[in-house]
């Protein structure tokens, strides 16, 4: 089946023509202090003219009600969920935030090659209500990202370590168990920062795409510092038996935290993977005891011969 590359897939996202070898990192970062401190700037409005009747009503709402209120809101952060359309929706304002700080790589038969990997894995997540979208982003930072909706990314510098398709297929199998178990859903209902896209979606506001414009913040607050250690040792887990359904040698992912972990600490290329992610020698060992020999009888490929070598 012939899927169209990366860049016609994404041609709706907002692109900031940013150059590439821009440090990604610090400009995220930037982002989320401008969210944090946008409250500090913010000078005290007028004294507000004499309000209507209606919202002199709204305005004398004794307490029980506004208790309520925030109780609904509340429920939603403990037991609601997005609804499909609100994930595509935050996912695309997440990867529109980071194809404006990074672009893609110009090459088209490598995008359409990751996105083939990628949907072949991504099948295997059982989540066939997603559309799943890939690229590789053009900078030498070693890393991958994943956005709710099915938007997954990796560098030009993790991509260029790679030897063969089974670790490709590894570490994307790892970004699409984030999307396939929410994680960064999950951790969007928990922000604090997070209450107005929550009653939002509570009350199903016709004006969404406002409230999920306010998750641009949240979005490069979840790219710079990174899901909880659990989260991302789940996503291993389960990565590898993604990768392994699949038909890929298993032992893909783990490859490429072996050749990672053997970086120096102090490489720059790495200063953000260690923000987003723990260390790949504790990933390892957690996936070694997860495993504990339950995969020693799997055998998949890894097709090296396949492989697209970046030019």
């Given at each position: 089946?012939n ?26 970062e ?7 401190n ?11 003219a004499?309000a209507?009747?209606?919202t ?39 990867a529109?935030?980071l194809?404006?700080?990074?672009p893609?790589v ?6 359409n ?34 956005a709710?909706?099915g ?35 999950k ?22 795409d ?11 607050e979840?790219?710079a ?5 659990n ?6 887990r ?11 040698d ?10 990672m972990?053997?970086l ?8 953000l ?7 790949p ?30 030019r």
């Amino acid at each position: 089946m012939n899927i169209k590359p990366m860049v016609l897939a994404l041609s709706l996202l907002a692109f900031s023509g940013a150059a590439a070898g821009v440090d990604f990192g610090k400009l995220l970062e930037e982002r989320i202090n401008q969210e944090l401190n946008k409250d500090k700037k913010t000078q005290p409005a007028p004294a507000p003219a004499p309000a209507p009747a209606a919202t002199q009503n709204a305005a004398a709402t004794p307490p029980q009600e506004k208790q309520k209120i925030d109780a609904r809101q509340l429920g939603f952060a403990l037991f609601g969920d997005y609804s499909l359309e609100e994930e595509n929706r935050i996912g695309k304002q997440i990867a529109g935030d980071l194809l404006g700080a990074v672009p893609l790589v110009r090459d088209d038969k490598l995008q359409n090659y990751v996105n083939l990997v990628g949907n072949w894995v991504a099948l295997q997540s059982g989540r066939k209500d997603v559309t799943w979208r890939f690229g590789v982003l053009d900078t030498e930072d070693i890393n991958a990202f994943a956005a709710p909706g099915g938007y997954i990314f990796v560098t030009k510098g993790l991509y260029r370590r790679l030897g063969n398709e089974a670790e490709l297929a590894g570490v994307l199998g790892h970004e699409i168990a984030h999307v396939s178990q929410k994680h960064h859903l999950k951790l969007l209902k928990q922000s604090s920062l997070i209450g107005a896209l929550g009653q939002a979606a509570g009350s199903k506001v016709k004006d969404s795409d406002q409230a999920v414009q306010n998750l641009i913040g949240n979005g490069a607050e979840i790219m710079a510092r990174g899901l909880d250690k659990n989260a991302e040792f789940e996503a291993d887990r389960i990565g590898i038996v993604y990768a392994a359904r699949a038909g890929y040698d298993p032992w893909g992912l783990p490859g490429v935290l072996q050749d990672m972990a053997a970086l120096p600490a102090k490489d720059s290329r790495t200063s953000l993977l260690y923000k987003t992610h723990p260390h790949p020698a504790d990933r390892l060992a957690a996936l070694g005891e997860a495993v504990d020999g339950r995969l020693d009888a799997v055998s998949g490929k890894d097709l090296t011969k396949r492989f697209y070598r970046i030019r």
